[in-house]
């Protein structure tokens, strides 16, 4: 018998910080089509495509489980997080105070979330 053995809720969790990762590949495919040209840009698209599909399959499966509205806002706010970390760190986008100090306020408030879950 396995040592660490995840329960259905825990696996859930899990499975839904995933989609929310797969939520920020699909925005960031979205920023890398947007610079691309010809067949890149479409192929960029077609992973939109496969991100897009991969984080909602997930999303659904988690919320078997876990609170409908719990899930949607911790999966939107990986997601929110995600892109605009991946906003500064690929795309180059501005990371003055204000932002930073928001994106934390927003890990915050998930971890919050989840902390008073029920599940």
């Known amino acids: 018998m396995p040592i660490f053995v ?3 809720k825990q696996m859930n ?3 839904l910080i995933i989609a929310g990762l797969f939520e920020v590949g699909f925005t960031s495919c979205l920023g890398k089509a947007k610079q ?3 067949t890149e840009m479409y192929l960029w698209y077609g992973a939109f495509g496969v991100c897009l599909t991969v984080s909602m ?3 659904m499966k988690a919320t078997q489980t876990l609170p409908l509205g719990t ?4 999966w939107t706010g990986i997601g929110a997080v995600g892109t605009v970390l991946v906003g500064i760190l690929v795309f ?6 204000w932002r930073v100090f928001f ?3 927003l890990i ?3 971890v919050g979330l989840k902390a008073v879950s029920s599940h």
Request: glycine share 4%; no cysteine.
């Open 6 to 8: 995840l329960k259905k």
């Open 71 to 74: 899930a949607y806002a911790v």
């Open 57 to 59: 399959i997930l999303l």
């Open 108 to 110: 915050a408030s998930i």
């Open 92 to 97: 180059k986008e501005p990371a003055d105070f």
């Open 36 to 38: 691309a040209t010809g």
């Open 13 to 15: 969790w899990i499975i």
């Open 103 to 105: 994106i934390f306020t």
